[in-house]
């Protein structure tokens, strides 16, 4: 395995690995959570993308936030339940960057060098809300349920968050098949089907000591850890916006018929409907404005960097990609709906699992609400208040 070391090389990697995913999407999209898509995660883990981000200082060639939401996007747009997946993956990365003992980093850097991905428990049910947390630690053993676990099911290490004896958050690295840990794959949904992010039970794992970490103090300063997560789902998003477009186009070029009514207006061929025409320029518009943003955004990261100097750097970057991370949402939603409209009713056929981009855009897109993104950057820009220093924004 080799890793990519500059950004032309990544994005290269990343072209290719989509090359080899899109073929198996729409039937992995069937398959949902009853075949762990093996050879798909295979590949990526084979790729040495998992490692594009980490430190020079650790071995890794250090690549940015610009390269890895152009990553993610690419791979996105071949397949975004397998682009999803690695998601916690980099935020574990940059979590170590910066808060992780030398002991942590020399071992997971190590891990992730030779292509082992970490996996998430971060999420809980139950609670008054997704982070109200019941997972602890105490004396050493790790006890909990989690679930929206992405990425752990096939994972060679899970970081799960937790309250420990004093009922202040950390963060716990556990390997995958240590005893005591069981992945479930009740994970039935209508998009983003083969990321299998079900449950995790935690039974009485032991915890060494160098491997935990106190995540609470990661948000008691100016952060980007939020951002750099977030920016990676709008990348997701942008992701399937430019898939359902082209799909979209594909189609209308090679397979749809002109409406009755389009033909009575004069139009030969479905793509000399004015109407077609309006609405595939006007979504093109917006996918590539959505790509734009995601880029304007990543570079902003770029700028902040991982440790920005203070609050109001930190809510530059957190604006930054809540902005590109709420309109890409709406692109992506609306694109994998307009698609149909042009298309006509035979594109609706299961046969196309066309309706894969709207599922996927849709069951993603509530990941977060993006009300409270458009809200934040409003408040900021009108009443100077900064954003709110979590990991969601």
Same mark, same amino acid.
């Given at each position: 395995m080799s890793?990519?070391q500059?950004?032309d090389e ?13 073929p ?15 050879e798909?995660?295979?590949?990526l ?12 200082a ?9 390269t ?20 916690a ?48 630690i ?20 899970i970081?799960?968050?937790a309250?420990?004896e ?7 690295f ?20 083969a ?11 032991p ?5 935990r ?6 948000y008691?300063q100016?952060?980007? %850890?939020?951002a750099?997560a ?9 992701g ?11 189609y ?19 793509t ?14 917006r ?7 995601l ?13 920005p ?8 970057g ?6 590109a991370?709420a ?13 149909f ?9 299961a ?7 709207w599922?996927?855009?849709?069951t993603h897109?509530v990941?977060d ?11 900021y820009e009108?009443?100077?208040?900064l ?5 969601? %924004?």
């Amino acid at each position: 395995m080799s890793v990519p070391q500059t950004h032309d090389e990544a994005v290269t990697a990343a072209h290719r690995l989509a090359a080899e995913l899109a073929p198996g999407a729409i039937q992995r999209d069937r398959d949902g959570a009853t075949v762990i898509p093996s050879e798909a995660l295979a590949a990526l883990d084979a790729s040495g993308l998992l490692a594009i981000t980490v430190p020079a200082a650790d071995g890794g060639p250090g690549l940015g936030p610009r390269t890895l939401a152009e990553v993610a996007r690419v791979i996105a747009a071949a397949d975004p339940s397998i682009a999803q997946v690695p998601q916690a993956h980099f935020l574990i990365v940059d979590i170590l960057a910066v808060h992780g003992a030398p002991e942590a980093r020399k071992r997971l850097y190590g891990e992730i060098l030779a292509g082992r991905r970490c996996g998430n428990a971060l999420a809980e049910r139950g609670g008054k809300h997704a982070q109200d947390l019941r997972t602890t630690i105490s004396g050493g053993l790790l006890n909990g349920v989690k679930y929206y676990t992405t990425g752990a099911l096939t994972s060679a290490w899970i970081a799960v968050s937790a309250l420990d004896e004093r009922g202040r958050l950390v963060l716990a690295f556990v390997a995958r098949d240590a005893a005591g840990v069981a992945v479930d794959t009740d994970w039935d949904v209508i998009g983003q089907r083969a990321t299998i992010s079900g449950t995790a039970t935690f039974t009485d794992v032991p915890v060494e000591r160098g491997l935990r970490l106190d995540y609470a103090h990661a948000y008691e300063q100016p952060q980007q %850890l939020g951002a750099r997560a977030q920016l990676y789902h709008a990348a997701i998003e942008v992701g399937i916006a430019g898939a359902a477009l082209a799909d979209a186009r594909e189609y209308l070029r090679t397979r749809a018929r002109p409406s009755t009514e389009a033909v009575r207006a004069g139009a030969s061929t479905a793509t000399d409907d004015p109407h077609v025409r309006h609405r595939y320029g006007r979504l093109a518009s917006r996918v590539r404005a959505a790509e734009a943003l995601l880029d304007a955004a990543a570079r902003t990261l770029e700028d902040v960097t991982l440790t920005p100097a203070d609050a109001d750097a930190a809510a530059r970057g957190s604006l930054a990609v809540a902005a590109a991370k709420a309109f890409g949402s709406e692109v992506a939603v609306e694109a994998g709906s307009e698609l149909f409209q042009m298309c006509g009713t035979s594109s609706a056929a299961a046969k196309h699992d066309l309706d894969r981009h709207w599922r996927n855009a849709r069951t993603h897109s509530v990941h977060d609400p993006l009300d409270w993104k458009y809200s934040h950057i409003a408040a900021y820009e009108l009443a100077g208040v900064l954003p709110p220093n979590h990991g969601q %924004l």
